[in-house]
């Protein structure tokens, strides 16, 4: 929220005396009318979902250009739900994130398609084998979560906002309101607004890269740098995984699409 400040130019000096603008407790309703429930992630002593770990899949250890990728997330579907999970997600399973770590991961366009990977399935098996040549710095242990239900709010780029009509006090306190609806870090989530970083049009190039229209995507996963998990995406950044709602309905997660922010 620095930029804003930067925009404005100087310090909350220079806003005394200014008057608060109306816009700004209207602009706050609309974010807040807006919101969204999703699913949020806390530190688990045990249970069947985790961060990282050795996944139980039964197909072949999916791999990019030649190189395995690194399993990020395992997470049982039963246990989301229990805790309020979209309804298009199915009811019972595993999903099982992958994501290339070699080379950051950063950009995957069209030509990189499988560069991540999700495998749903929905029947328990045995744990697969890690593949030799996957990279110890790669390789995350398993730190296990639990879910809660929670709601999420549109980023402020999602809105019509004429900045340059709001002064410095009425910034200030815009920025203040919009911090204060932020969920604490760090933000792991399924479904509802993504936390962007950068630009806040993510579903945008989930419809040019892979298709379908901008409101058929849904936020699958939200994965938020986490040193506890030993988990850390460029700058302190994120990746976040994104399913069209009619493919997942359909247990279908063979055409996600994914992408990258940092700091």
């Known amino acids: ?7 404005f130019g100087g310090s909350s000096e220079m806003a005394k005396g ?3 603008s109306p816009r ?7 974010l807040q009318s807006r919101k969204q429930l999703c699913v949020r992630f806390a530190p688990g002593e045990s249970g069947r979902s985790m961060l990282g770990g050795v996944p139980k899949i039964s197909t072949a250890w999916p791999r990019f250009q030649g190189r395995p990728l690194s399993c ?7 246990d989301v739900q229990a805790a309020g999970g979209p309804d298009w997600l199915p009811r019972r399973g595993r999903l099982n994130f992958f994501y290339e770590c070699e080379h950051g991961g950063w950009g995957i366009e069209a030509a990189d398609a499988g560069g991540a990977v999700v495998i749903y399935e929905d029947e328990t098996t045995g744990p697969a084998s890690e593949p030799e040549d996957l990279a110890l710095d790669y390789r995350f242990s398993a730190y296990h979560v639990t879910f809660r239900s929670d709601v999420s709010f549109p980023g402020v780029d999602r809105i019509e906002i004429d900045w340059k009509g709001l002064n410095p006090a ?3 306190a815009l920025e203040s309101a919009v911090e204060g609806m932020a969920a604490a870090a760090p933000t792991h989530q399924i479904g509802g607004f993504p ?3 950068q630009n806040d049009d993510m579903e945008l190039d989930c419809v040019r890269w892979v298709g379908g229209d901008v ?3 849904r936020l699958l ?21 994104w399913v069209r709602e009619q493919d997942a309905r359909a247990g279908d997660f063979s055409k996600i699409w994914v992408t990258s922010q940092c700091h």
């Not at 990020?72 to 039963?78: K, M, P, S």
């Not at 938020?224 to 998990?229: E, I, N, P, Q």
């Open 1 to 7: 929220m620095g930029f804003w400040r930067r925009l």
């Open 18 to 20: 200014d008057q608060i």
């Open 24 to 30: 700004v407790a209207e602009i706050v309703e609309e």
């Open 72 to 78: 990020v997330a395992q997470l049982d579907l039963e």
């Open 170 to 172: 009425s910034s200030f």
């Open 195 to 197: 936390t962007a970083i």
């Open 215 to 217: 409101p058929d995507w």
């Open 221 to 241: 996963l939200q994965l938020d740098t986490d040193h506890d998990a030993g988990m850390m995406w460029g700058d302190t950044g994120m990746i976040y995984f």
